[in-house]
């Protein structure tokens, strides 16, 4: 199946959904809304990876079979030991390919945010000082800078493997508007 557009309708009621994206690029923002646009869960895979300190999880892959072994959810497409498994089980793929312009400001400006306020994310854990963008590589800023152009790459080896899974590509926020709208019409 060819990579979809936002003028392509959703399918009927798709029941297991994954947004793939770099850090920034709004999978969570996204994900959130198709799930209450569709009445089905949405689970923040970060929650499930991040324990205190910014620790992963133990449990996280064992977590993660668990919630997409069920008949209806949406969630984010991160974290390399899952993404195989979370395309494999989704019905739906859902790709945020936004310019890189936009996703440095959005994930610039809710990375200050969340500091400035002292945000409290995933089991307590809060964004570092802002001057570690300088001394750490997997900083979420510059991660999202280095990991932009991989994402290509992924949603081919996604098609390969699954040629039958439709990939909607989105490529603008009209465009999520647009086609995150149509939902609603389900």
Not at 36 to 50: Q, T, V
Not at 160 to 185: F, M, N, Y
Request: charged letters at 25%; hydrophobic letters at 40%.
């Amino acid at each position: 199946m060819p990579l979809l557009d936002s003028t392509t309708p959703p399918p009927d009621r798709p029941c297991r959904i994954v947004v793939a994206g770099t850090s920034g690029s709004g999978k969570t923002t996204l994900s959130a809304r198709l799930g209450d646009a569709l009445g089905i869960e949405h689970i923040e895979i970060d929650g499930l990876y991040h324990g205190p300190n910014w620790t992963p999880l133990p449990s996280f892959v064992a977590d993660v079979e668990d919630f997409t072994a069920k008949p209806h959810w949406v969630t984010e497409w991160q974290y390399t030991v899952v993404r195989p498994l979370l395309a494999d089980r989704a019905d739906l793929m859902v790709w945020l390919d936004l310019p890189r312009s936009v996703v440095m400001r959005q994930v610039i400006r809710r990375t200050l945010r969340r500091r400035i306020r002292h945000e409290v994310l995933w089991n307590g854990n809060v964004e570092p000082p802002l001057h570690t963008i300088f001394t750490d590589r997997t900083h979420i800023i510059r991660w999202s800078w280095s990991t932009y152009g991989l994402f290509p790459k992924r949603i081919r080896e996604v098609l390969e493997r699954r040629p039958e899974l439709p990939v909607v590509r989105l490529t603008s926020r009209s465009d999520v508007d647009r086609w995150a709208g149509q939902l609603r019409l389900l």
